[in-house]
């Protein structure tokens, strides 16, 4: 106990550099007595128990020894001090009270003998003296009448593997034994639970009185406690008797390894570190029983430990987090405070140790990715719900989209060209195809989305050379609406001479578009080289019978795409256009164009008539 002993050490210097000896006696040969003040140890014994004092000078034998302070021509002196008096006063011995060495013996002790005590040391040209304090404790009833009986001492510390066998001796009983006239005898318990205390025998032969041992011949958990051991012996025709306790505690087998391990981190546990905040690298090491206790967990940064580095940025926090029978698990917790990248190149090494092993492993660290992956994850996220919703938008409604953007930004062509028709209408000469051409295209085209249309049987010349005037109107027009149903293109037919003329205009940049509208499927012997030609490079409009009918189908809509940009008609057109449907019922037949004596587009013609 080094830390006592400086204490007592610094006691003794202090008390001869400071106070005075006190014991000055009048006879000038008497030495001066050196005072070590007051021991800091407590003596307590009980009431009605035999017990002892032992001079605190002899606790550290490297300063004081009985033995040779005996050949030196020492003796023991003891005085004390009662209750209310200021002086010491010399101990008269007798049976009760008993010099022995250096302890002064209680046979028993009884309640008056509590207060100081001062052992004093002297020779003819030395002298040394120490106080001390007693307490008796009440001692209660009579020895054997209580379970468990009241011990004075603290409970000794007694650890058993489990499975393994020990002997329990009962502490002072050699003590005991000593002023016993006779053998002293000895009684045990066992106190489990509080205040439940089971005498010896014991319900099992694992724990057998053994003379006045106790021997434990195979420890199991529940034979942990408190054991009490009673010395009864015959003192000069006096009985007396003392409790003395031990602390039973099972711990796990020797034959286990006991070699200490690191539990955390493990081999392939990596660190995750953030620049300029605070880092905590966690390990924890399991150390097995041992005997000698002596275990160590500690933390080295490029092999020094946090003291040697002496660096205020590193620090350590050591805790127990568990102990069971014996095994530890320690943990060390090395704390750096702002993490720097340069910490990021040390080596972090964890360390345990024990009489048995020793063991290292490096903590892996690594840093956190600077752009905080959850924020990254939650921009790709909405980024890409955000794509959906559009590739969605547009697949549903791009055609509406094309619309809207055309009517907002697309340019009039009526200002770019030259041209006199919107639309030029090309179609099978067959009255199921001149119907739909008439009273369903250019009656829409015309009177609802106000476009100019020609129609050549309607709007051309009689006379004039049916060729010229066809590429002549062809080029007249922004667009080549072809009608196809099984009957267009038959060899040598007007409409395929249209077609022609459409394709050839387009071909050499003629500011004309062709627009395939199919009125009904064709047959396979129905796609002409021109027509497959065309079906390449153009859009297929298909016109579906009553689901076309409505302004607002898909037919209608990408046709209007195809269509030059046309801005919403206005109220006044809308009358227009109802004027226009009248008249045009009226007037149905193709050659109602041919009465009218001009080469004027059709819109301009209907309107001069209105
Ligand atoms: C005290 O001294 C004697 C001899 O002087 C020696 O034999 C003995 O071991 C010493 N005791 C202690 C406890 O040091
Ligand atoms: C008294 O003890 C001291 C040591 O403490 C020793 O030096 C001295 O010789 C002793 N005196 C006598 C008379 O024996
Ligand atoms: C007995 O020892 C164990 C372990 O050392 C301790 O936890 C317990 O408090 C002790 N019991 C008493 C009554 O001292
Ligand atoms: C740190 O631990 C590793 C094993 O994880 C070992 O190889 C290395 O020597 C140790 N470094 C120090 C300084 O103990």
Known sequence: MPSSF????????????????????????????????????????????????????????????????????????????????????PISLSSRISKDRERLWLQPASAADAGQYICMLRNKSSCSKITMHLEVLPGGAALGDRCPPQGAVEPAQVVIPMQEDKRLHCPHLQDAA?????????????VRDGPRCDPYPFWNSDRQQVGSSLQVYVMLIQYQGIYLCTVSYLRKGRSLSFTRSINVTAVYPSILPKEPSIL????????????????????????????????????????????QLADHRFSKDNRQVKYDFGDRTEESLLIIQRFQVEDLRKEYNCSVRNARGFDTRRAQLQEEASLPSVELGWGLGVTLVLMLLLFVVYHVFWLELLLLYRSWFGSDERHTDDKEYDVYISYARNSEDEHFVLSTLRSVLENQLGYSVCIFDRDSLPGGTITDETLSF????????????PGYASQGSQALLELKAGIDSMARGGHLRVILVQYKPLLRKGWVKELRRARVALTLVRWKEHKSSELTSRFWKRLRVELPVRRVSSKSEKEDAALLRLHSQNSTHSQTGLLISATKCPETMFRSVV
Not at 33 to 44: H, K, L, M, P, T
Not at 268 to 290: A, M
Not at 476 to 485: E, T
């Open 264 to 307: 955390q981190p493990n081999s392939n546990q990596v660190f995750t570190v953030k620049l300029d905040t605070e880092v905590r690298l966690k390990c924890t090491g399991l150390f097995p029983y041992l005997e000698s206790g002596t275990w160590d967990i500690w933390w080295t940064v490029d092999g020094k430990t946090v003291d």
């Open 474 to 485: 062809v080029a007249r027009s922004r667009r080549l609406l072809v009608v196809l149903s």
């Open 6 to 89: 400086c204490t007592f050490v610094f006691l003794l210097i202090g008390a001869a550099a400071v106070s005075p000896a006190i014991s000055q006696s009048s006879d000038p040969t008497e030495p001066m007595c050196y005072d070590w003040g007051v021991s800091r140890e407590a003596v307590s014994v009980v009431e009605g128990q035999p017990g002892w004092l032992s001079c605190p000078l002899f606790s550290h034998p490297s300063v004081y020894n009985y033995t040779s302070s005996q050949n030196t021509g020492h003796n023991l002196f003891w005085y004390r001090v009662p209750e209310g008096h200021d002086l010491e006063q």
């Open 178 to 190: 000593k002023m016993a006239d006779g053998e002293p005898s000895v009684a045990w318990y066992h």
